[in-house]
């Protein structure tokens, strides 16, 4: 009974350095979502899916790419980080109601 | 886009007390949900509310669908210390798609014993 796991946990980059985020969930969840976490902004969208082989781009998706190869796994991806991206990450799924999020990545890019 | 506008931004009460907070939207949800997210953790669903003037408790907490779908409450009775955390609300508009949830910005919980 995990739930959704997230990995890693914690990570610094480089500015300009590239990095995959990792979620997998196991409730067979067919909604997944991605979101950045800052003071004082509440959490904003970066991209979701809506089943496998699906995504689409949410409200703050500039910098970030994603990829839907199996249900279980949604990959976020940065190409090349900048200090703008310095946030706590948290990965989401959903089959119709609430949410189940996972424990967060918390990235700082210097 | 849908904005959620979340208040208090943050409250520092004594153990014991009751508090409130509330959200408002710009436009008519027909979901409502309430979050806690405790420090190093990703937010937990509290209530979820689904029909206009639901009123639901989950222990110490009882939260409201406002009647104008537009707005949701969050009452919880009696604080205690482990009630500290931050709290979201989050709502769906019927047209969303993908399930997709609209946060407000949290309400950052304080319990001094």
């Known amino acids: 009974n995990a739930g959704v796991t997230q990995t890693p946990k914690f990570r610094v980059l480089k500015t300009g350095q590239s990095m995959t985020l990792l979620c997998a969930q196991d409730?067979?969840?067919?909604?997944m979502y991605w979101y950045r976490q800052d003071p004082g902004m509440g959490l904003r969208l970066i991209h979701y899916?809506?089943?496998?082989?699906?995504?689409a781009k949410g409200e703050v998706p500039d910098g970030y790419n994603v990829s839907r190869l199996k249900k279980q796994n949604f990959l976020l991806g940065l190409e090349s980080a900048a200090p703008s991206q310095t946030s706590v990450y948290f990965c989401?799924?959903?089959?119709?109601?609430?949410?189940?999020f996972g424990s967060g990545t918390r990235l700082t890019v210097v | 886009g849908q904005q959620l506008n979340q208040s208090p931004q943050s409250m520092f009460i004594q153990e014991g007390e009751d508090v409130s907070m509330n959200c408002t939207s710009s436009?008519?949800?027909?979901?409502w949900l309430w979050y806690k997210q405790d420090p190093g953790e990703g937010p937990v669903l509290l209530i979820a509310?689904?029909?206009?003037?639901e009123l639901t408790s989950n222990g110490r907490l009882t939260a409201q669908f406002g009647i104008t779908r537009k707005d949701s409450f969050l009452n919880i009775s009696a604080s205690i210390p482990s009630d500290v955390g931050i709290y979201f609300c989050?709502?769906?508009?019927?047209?969303?798609?993908?399930?997709?949830?609209?946060f407000g910005e949290g309400t950052q919980l304080t319990v001094n014993p």
């Open positions: 989401a799924s959903s089959q119709i109601l609430g949410y189940t």
């Open positions: 899916s809506v089943g496998e082989g699906t995504t």
């Open positions: 409730m067979n969840h067919e909604y």
């Open positions: 989050a709502g769906r508009a019927r047209e969303t798609s993908g399930s997709r949830l609209t």
């Open positions: 509310l689904y029909k206009a003037g």
């Open positions: 436009s008519i949800f027909n979901t």
